[in-house]
Structure formats: C-alpha cells, structure tokens
C-alpha cells in the first residue's frame, strides 16, 4: 500500500506538532462542509490536540507535495491480554476521497500499529451505510460484545 501512496505522489508519516494547523484546518473544513458541523478553530484544535498530546499517542499524516491530504489519530490502550489501537479519527480531503487513497492511508496505517504492537484496531463510526461500507470492505466488523452507553447530563 505505500506504493500505491507513492504512485499518487502522497507520503505517509508520523503526524509532528507543526502539522496541527494543517490537520485543525482540514479537520474544520471536512466536518463543516461535507456533514454540516459548526467546528471552530479552537474547538476543532483542542479536539485534535488532545489526542495528539494524550500518553501513548499515534498519530499519522498523508501529505501530497502541497498539502495534507489526511491525517489519523488514535492512541494505544494496554489490556491484561494485549495492546489495542484505538481510532478516533481518520479525515481524508474531500478532493481525495473516492480515489483509494483513504483505503491506502489506512491500510498503511494498520500496518505500522502492528509494527508497533498492536494485536488490534478498534474505532467507533457512525452506523450507516457509507462506514459500514468504507470500513466494513477493509474488513471491520460490528464488535457483538461491546456496546456504546450514553447519558446525557
């Protein structure tokens, strides 16, 4: 998959502090624009900063020669029988989106995770038809064991 990258002139790479502009930008562009958000540039920053700066975080970028074209971030969560990845975002430009560099991206992604140690990926996604498909042909399932519990305060 990194030469799929590569024949589309992107980069993968670990995401530094001076990419948090780019990834607040894209992350307020994205959100606004293609699922009607009302992110600010300070919400939007402490969102991704908080993740980036979280202990055992992992974060990664797509760069193009003249932009980000995505970016990933999650951390790494210890449990009694293994290490897991969670996924809390994965943003693609929309210029880039249906092109399989998103699949790429991530594809790369899990790659260096378990290079890292990672026996798995977990990430939450809205249910519906355009995540279970994105995710579910890289092979993500619904987990049957696990369900997310909200209370509104």
Not at 35 to 44: K, L, R
Not at 123 to 128: E, G, P, R
């Amino acid at each position: 998959m990194t030469a799929v990258l590569s024949e589309r002139g992107a980069a993968f790479r670990p995401m530094v502090q001076k990419d948090l502009p780019a990834a607040v930008s894209l992350y307020i562009q994205y959100y606004n624009q293609q699922e009607g958000g009302c992110w600010t540039q300070d919400i939007a920053y402490k969102r991704v900063h908080q993740v980036f700066s979280r202990e055992d975080s992992c974060c990664a970028v797509l760069e193009t020669k003249d932009r980000l074209a995505a970016f990933a971030m999650g951390y790494f969560e210890q449990y009694d029988d293994g290490f897991a990845y969670n996924l809390v975002e994965i943003v693609v430009a929309a210029a880039y989106q249906n092109q399989g560099l998103g699949t790429a991206f991530l594809q790369v992604l899990e790659s260096h995770v378990r290079q890292k140690g990672a026996l798995l990926i977990q990430l939450q996604a809205v249910n519906d038809e355009f995540h279970n498909h994105f995710y579910g042909r890289l092979g993500y399932r619904n987990a049957s064991n696990l369900v997310l519990k909200t209370k509104m305060l």
